[in-house]
Nanobody
């Protein structure tokens, strides 16, 4: 199982970015895909998640209304559309796969992780 995240970069406050996470492996058995982020000196935190089959979505309060998670099952890819970006969104963003847990907001529910992509939002 491999997860490849991409799409990070430098953007001004108020701008947009779209992150992608391409998955390979036994995706038919996965429950959900999630995005987490980790800023320097802080713990990794939940951003958004989507169930693989039903497409239910979940968001952290800090990004609700600005970020949107989606999936393309045919391409085994999950996207995170980030709009109205703020300097406090600056972090390394990680995608992750959850194959066993109905809980989607905690890091311990995810058993596979991508390598991370850096998002920097300048003020």
């Amino acid at each position: 199982v491999q997860l490849q995240a991409s799409g990070g970069g430098l953007v001004q406050a108020g701008g947009s970015l779209r992150l992608s996470c391409a998955a390979s492996g036994r995706t038919f058995s996965w429950y959900a895909m999630g995005w987490f982020r980790q800023a320097p000196g802080k713990e990794r935190e939940f951003v958004a998640a989507i169930t693989w089959s039903g497409g239910s979505t979940y968001y952290a309060d800090s990004v609700k209304g600005r970020f949107s998670i989606s999936r393309d099952n045919a391409k085994n890819t999950v996207y995170l559309q980030m709009n109205s970006l703020k300097p406090e969104d600056t972090a390394v963003y990680y995608c992750a796969a959850n194959t066993f847990s109905l809980v989607v907001r905690t890091t311990t529910s995810y058993d596979y992780w991508g390598q991370g992509t850096l998002v920097t939002v300048s003020s």
